[in-house]
């Protein structure tokens, strides 16, 4: 029943994406007497029912991230990461109705939006003499998966977090070698390539993703065993996120709030030629679009910490973008719905 009623939300939501020419089906933008109040009240509430159980999630880890002053949360890290993300990526690939010509355009989507981020953040920064490989990473690479990936599903369906986790393969596999490679200043480029083959969230998305193509057939009880699993993914990455909050503070404030705009709105703006140039429609379009306008990665402090690489700007970077994504996010949801 669990299963039939996802695919029901997400076929729902599908219905009122918008098409090719970036219209929504049935809705001309105004709003005509009663009937138009009623549709702005649905769509409304829908958003809000969205919204709602994510920033709850993200309110319960910040307070106890208070009180706990942070203990416990690189396990809620590692859980999260090794254990319940990687059953629902596998989970998703695997069940998903997933159209090569779809992963193929996510994918192109993906490096257009990393390689123009960087274009641009070069052309505003790079110009004048301040730029920098630390300043650039958190423009170039979007956070993906723990702050997305919960909101698509609700929004989505599986169909929705497929979608989302083809589009952070490219993702993933750079950042853990670019990534690293520019936060350390250019000089591990072999621990940046040993971290992605150490991440088991790409095993499991290309295994899932060869599975569910080559029609390989799975035990009912293996793949129940993996959904039970996956969906704890959703409130532990907005738990671990929520306890994170604290951990950042702002610094050189119109450098940080420069790459804000570029990282969320150029990624946005980027994100809708992306959809234009390669015809994308549906889930798949929504979801290059929510994507497109996420914020800085987290990962990208981490790295820039480890490696002494301006580490306070790139904090201020993500947590800019971060909060900022609280008042994007909305907009996006019912543009998109």
């Known amino acids: 029943m669990r299963r039939e009623g996802t695919a029901v939300f997400g076929a729902a ?14 809705w001309d933008g105004r709003l005509p007497g009663r009937n138009g109040a009623l549709v702005y009240f649905h769509r409304v ?3 809000i029912n969205i919204i709602g159980p994510t920033l709850f999630a993200i309110a319960l880890g910040y307070l106890y991230g208070r009180v706990s002053r942070g203990a416990g949360v690189g396990t809620l890290i590692d859980i999260a990461m090794f254990i319940a993300t990687p059953c629902l990526v596998f989970y998703s ?3 998903s109705a997933i159209v090569i010509g779809d992963a193929l355009d996510g994918w192109a989507s993906c490096l257009i939006i990393m390689a123009g981020g960087f274009i641009i953040a070069w052309l505003v920064f790079g110009l004048r003499g301040k730029g920098s490989s630390a300043l650039y990473l958190p423009i170039i690479f979007a956070n993906t998966i723990n702050i997305p990936l919960p909101i698509i599903y609700l929004a989505f369906g599986d169909e929705g977090v497929a979608n989302a986790v083809l589009f952070y393969i ?26 992605v083959f150490s991440t088991p ?10 599975l569910n193509l080559t029609g390989v057939p799975l035990p009912e009880v293996v793949i129940d065993s993996l959904e039970f699993v996956g969906r704890a993914a959703v409130p532990l990455m907005l738990l671990v996120l929520g306890m994170n909050f604290g951990r950042y503070r702002f610094a ?27 015809g994308m429609t549906g889930i798949p379009r929504a979801v290059v679009l929510f994507e497109a306008a996420m914020p800085s990665a987290v990962v990208t402090a981490a790295l820039c910490i480890k490696y002494d690489n301006q580490a306070e700007l790139v904090s201020s970077i993500v947590l800019t973008t ?16």
């Open 252 to 278: 050189q404030i119109p450098v940080t709030l420069t790459a804000a705009v570029i990282r969320m709105g150029g990624g946005f703006a980027l994100g809708l030629f992306c959809v234009w140039l390669l």
């Open 45 to 47: 509430t829908q958003i």
């Open 170 to 195: 490219p993702n993933g596999l750079l950042i853990y070698s670019l990534g690293v490679y520019m936060a350390s200043g250019r000089k591990e480029v072999r621990q940046g390539i040993k971290a």
């Open 93 to 95: 690939l695997y069940t």
């Open 13 to 26: 939501r599908r219905d009122g994406l918008a098409g090719r020419d970036g219209a929504r089906p049935g």
């Open 322 to 337: 971060t909060i900022m994504a609280m008042g994007v996010i909305p907009a996006l949801l019912y543009y998109l719905t």
């Open 201 to 210: 969230l790409i095993y499991a998305a290309v295994l899932g993703l060869v």
